[in-house]
């Protein structure tokens, strides 16, 4: 059974760091790009970040460039999305998902595989 399980989230406050991680199993995900979205109360599911199978290639959303980092290590099969400079419009539930090609993409529908999502909240 395919697995992603992120781990990380809780309660900071304005201007914090939080490291979010997505630990993969029941395949290996090295040979494909991951990605994090995340889903705010009454909002829709929006891209974060997404990184390439070799780690060489990494997409940011305009909301999130100069303050999140995400990165892979592909040989424990894991995932990682470093935040800092947390604000509160950065509360929401953060998903990890796994693409269905190499390089990363902000399109929801190149991901087949999603996690079940762990929260972040930044309290003012």
């Known amino acids: 059974q395919v697995q992603l399980v992120e781990s990380g989230g809780g309660l900071v406050q304005v201007g914090d760091s939080l490291t979010l991680s997505c630990a993969a199993s029941?395949?290996?995900?090295?040979?494909?790009?991951m990605g994090w979205f995340r889903q705010a109360p009454g909002k829709e599911r929006e891209f974060v970040a997404g990184i390439s199978w070799d780690s060489k290639r990494a997409l940011y959303d305009d909301s999130v460039r100069s303050r999140f980092t995400i990165s892979r290590e592909n040989a424990k099969n894991m995932v990682y999305l470093q935040m800092n400079s947390l604000k509160p419009e950065d509360t929401a539930i953060y998903y990890c998902?796994?693409?269905?090609?190499?390089?990363?993409?902000?399109?929801?529908?190149?991901?087949?595989?999603w996690g079940q999502g762990t929260q972040v909240t930044v309290s003012s």
């Open positions: 998902a796994g693409s269905r090609g190499l390089l990363p993409t902000f399109r929801k529908n190149q991901y087949n595989y």
């Open positions: 029941g395949r290996t995900f090295s040979n494909v790009a």
